[in-house]
């Protein structure tokens, strides 16, 4: 049995007189937890885009309902086509994402000591549309169909309605059928920077994708200054405001940040991660590949030709 228990959950009332929808009828799930469980599930839990337009009594009780899942090496978590239990946070270990293509099951990404996954058919009702397969021992945070139900898909709704107009505008996103935008703001997460927060940090590792919702944020690249002065300069390359996007270069090509990004004044962005990126916005990337190419341009007319990048 890949669920353990620590200790029997016990149910809390969650009566709200103030909603009329049947499922707030249902028990709030409450799995208790030692100081130092709960330690580790908040941290596992910190950059999980779901999470991140819940208020802080919902987090609370997302908290609350989770429980620990040790997985095996070789054990699927999750099999494609099954009807969905369960949503997973992942706490630690690398698990394969294996898709069926004619028939074949073929490894479509990797989960690497972090993320989330079995959101989708809790979310819309369907089967599992990937089996994902645990590659080494690992340990998982599970959340039962009932609990995202009534937290995560029912804040769907408010999001949705927040986040449309603005979705509409994105130039990026314009190819795109309303229902396919639709999803994307389902799965998105908020994240607000303080004016000179670094969001992402040349060289890094890349698992996110970026849209400005509103504020500025400013791309720096590192370049060895001109012969004759000492060390690296960071210096400005470009600049993006509302509906504008970043963070793609690194995910379409498969590499390190090429550039730090950091936030002129507040700044709201959209964020999407890599696995929800592949699945989603795959026909947008000749846009973006398209845009990608004038990169290059802009750096030779800002820095002329003999510029010494540093990646
Ligand atoms: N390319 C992908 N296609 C489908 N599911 C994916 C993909 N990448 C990651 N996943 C995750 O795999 C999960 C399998 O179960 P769900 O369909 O509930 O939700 C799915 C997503 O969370
Ligand atoms: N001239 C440029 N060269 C590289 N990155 C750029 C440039 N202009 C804007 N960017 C953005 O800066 C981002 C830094 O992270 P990424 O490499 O993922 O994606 C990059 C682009 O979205």
Redesign the pocket.
């Known amino acids: 049995d890949k669920t353990c228990f620590p200790t029997p959950p016990v149910c809390a009332e969650a009566y709200n007189p103030d909603d009329d929808e049947d499922d707030d009828f249902e028990p709030r799930v409450v799995h208790p937890k030692s100081d130092e469980q709960r330690r580790r599930l908040q941290d596992a839990c910190r950059d999980i885009l779901l999470f991140k337009t819940l208020d802080q009594e919902q987090f609370s009780e997302v908290l609350d309902g989770m429980f620990e899942v040790l997985v095996k090496p070789q054990e699927h978590i999750?099999d494609?086509g099954d009807d969905?239990d369960n949503f997973y946070v992942i706490e630690r270990g690398v698990y394969d994402?294996i898709?069926l293509i004619d028939g074949v099951g073929k490894c479509?990404?990797k989960y690497d000591n972090k993320g989330?996954?079995?959101?989708?058919?809790?979310m819309y009702n369907?089967?599992?549309?990937?089996?994902?397969m645990a590659n080494q021992e690992g340990a998982l945070w599970g959340l039962d169909r009932a609990t995202f139900h009534r937290l995560i898909v029912k804040n769907n709704a408010k999001k949705r309605k927040m986040y449309e107009a603005f979705i509409e505008c994105v130039p990026l996103l314009k190819s795109l059928e309303l229902s396919e935008r639709m999803k994307i703001v389902d799965v998105v997460g908020m994240r607000v920077f303080r004016d000179g927060e670094c969001i992402l940090t040349q060289g890094d590792k890349a698992d996110c994708f970026y849209i400005v919702e509103s504020g500025e944020v400013k791309i720096m690249i590192i370049s060895k200054t001109k012969a004759g002065q000492q060390g690296n300069a960071e210096v400005e390359i470009a600049r993006c405001s509302r509906g504008q996007y970043f963070g793609e270069l690194a995910l379409v090509a498969n590499k390190p940040r090429a550039a730090s990004v950091y936030a002129m004044g507040v700044t709201k962005c959209l964020v999407i991660d890599i696995?929800a990126f592949?699945?989603l916005l795959g026909s947008c990337k000749e846009i973006m590949k398209r845009n990608i190419s004038q990169y290059e341009n802009q750096l030779v007319a800002l820095f002329g030709s003999s510029v010494d990048l540093k990646h």
């Open positions: 999750i494609q969905g994402i898709v479509v990404g989330s996954f079995g959101e989708l058919a809790l369907t089967p599992r549309a990937a089996t994902i696995q592949e699945r």
